[in-house]
């Protein structure tokens, strides 16, 4: 059967001749719909009053997936056009990063991912934002060139390569986008780059021994540009300095915040005896229980449970909002972490030197107290 997004990818309406497999299920004539296939989502719209929720490659047959039975016959097919434009679009992007990449980087492209909502070529070694910059320039210069992108059938010689490298069997698809890359592929296309209108990078990962490129091409390369100049724009105004002058800015504003933080610390350790003085203590079996309750640095909880606990001999339980520290001297922290957590609920555990977690209900010094000693009024977690 003939493959319209191959041969015609700019018709995105046309007559086809509908054959059902089974209900809900068909093969048209021509192909007007790309499957999910060769790392490109499938293309969506409507056969006759049908609508096509799927189109997946089953034994070699391009099944269309509907919303509804479909008598055989002649219907009119019409693709949801945005979406082919989305996918067609960023897919002759990839053709032309991975061109420029193998030929003017020595770049070879292992892996390809085309989505709604981002894409991601993959490298075989490792790059910087250097070469990835120039890649980009380079392949907005082939964007603007408004170059041909052709399809042929059949052998190539050693000009038909795959992703990887090794020549291709006889009977296969090339796309050529111009004098860039030459590749076999199963994939719908632009005619030409100029539809395109932009490409744009916007992050690179290491992955193991490559890398990964995530790229937007097109209206959505613009949406997530006007994203990102928005987001500085903001930074800017709240920094009161130049774009340029940001990252220092913020270097700054990061190490200042380190300064105070452990000048933070520092004078809430400095209170921690006075902290452990003040939590009420109950005896508990053979020991002492001292009990805080109050709103601490979370870093300080563990350590300030840890004081009490000394100061006791018994053990010392702390509780800032939600979170609970136990610490354990003469008594089991573990024990004493389980018999609370047994009545309100919440996440956590540890030894009989030290315990900790979340509770599901935020509680007084008192109302521990009365969890402990037997004489709770807090209900039971349901």
């Known amino acids: 059967m003939k493959r319209m997004y191959w041969t015609h990818p700019d018709v995105f309406e046309a007559e086809v001749e509908v054959a059902e497999v089974e209900p809900g299920k068909v093969v048209i004539d021509p192909i007007l719909f790309h499957p999910d296939e060769g790392g490109q989502p499938a293309d969506l719209g409507v056969i006759g009053d049908a609508t096509v929720l799927d189109v997946q490659v089953v034994d070699g047959r391009i099944i269309h997936i509907l919303d509804k039975p479909l008598p055989a016959g002649r219907h009119v097919a019409r693709l ?8 067609s679009t960023h897919h002759t992007a990839q053709h032309i990063l991975s061109g ?3 030929k003017r980087f020595g770049l070879q492209t292992v892996s390809v991912h085309i989505g709604l909502e981002g894409c991601t070529v993959d490298f075989h070694k490792k790059v910087g934002w250097d070469v990835v910059e120039e890649l980009e320039r380079q392949a907005l210069d082939a964007v603007m060139a408004d170059l041909p992108v052709e399809t042929s059938f059949g052998p190539q010689g050693e000009q038909a390569r795959n992703r990887t490298g090794s020549v291709d069997p006889d009977d296969i698809r090339i796309v050529k986008v111009g004098d860039l890359d030459v590749s076999a592929c199963c994939g719908a296309h632009v005619c030409s780059t100029g539809t395109i209108g932009t490409i744009r990078i916007f992050d690179i990962e290491n992955r193991k021994a490559g890398t990964r ?3 937007l091409a097109g209206r959505k390369a613009l949406e997530q540009s006007q994203l990102e100049t928005r987001t500085l ?15 220092a800015n913020l270097q700054k504003t990061i190490e200042r915040s380190k300064e105070l933080a452990k000048e933070v610390s520092r004078l809430w350790s400095s209170r921690l005896p006075e ?5 009420q203590r109950v005896p508990v079996g053979p020991g002492v229980v001292g009990v805080y309750t109050g709103e601490l640095p979370r870093d300080l909880v563990v350590t300030l449970a840890g004081v009490i606990a000394e100061a006791t001999g018994g053990a010392g339980i702390v509780l800032s909002e939600n979170q609970i520290a136990v610490s354990g001297k003469g008594l089991s922290a573990s024990d004493l972490f389980k018999k609370v957590q047994a009545r309100v609920g919440g996440k956590g ?10 509770l599901d209900k935020t509680l007084s010094s008192q109302e ?3 969890l402990l000693t037997g004489s709770s009024s807090v209900p039971e977690s349901a």
Not at 80 to 87: I, K, N, Q, S
Not at 275 to 279: F, H
Not at 349 to 358: D, E, L, M, Q
Request: charge should be positive.
């Open 213 to 215: 490129l995530s790229f």
């Open 368 to 370: 521990v107290i009365e």
């Open 233 to 247: 724009r903001e930074l800017r105004i709240l920094a009161a300095c130049a774009t340029v002058d940001l990252p």
């Open 349 to 358: 555990g540890g030894s009989p030197r030290a315990a900790n977690g979340r």
């Open 100 to 102: 420029l990449a193998r």
């Open 80 to 87: 949801d056009g945005d979406r082919r434009l989305h996918t």
């Open 275 to 279: 902290l452990a003085e003040s939590a």
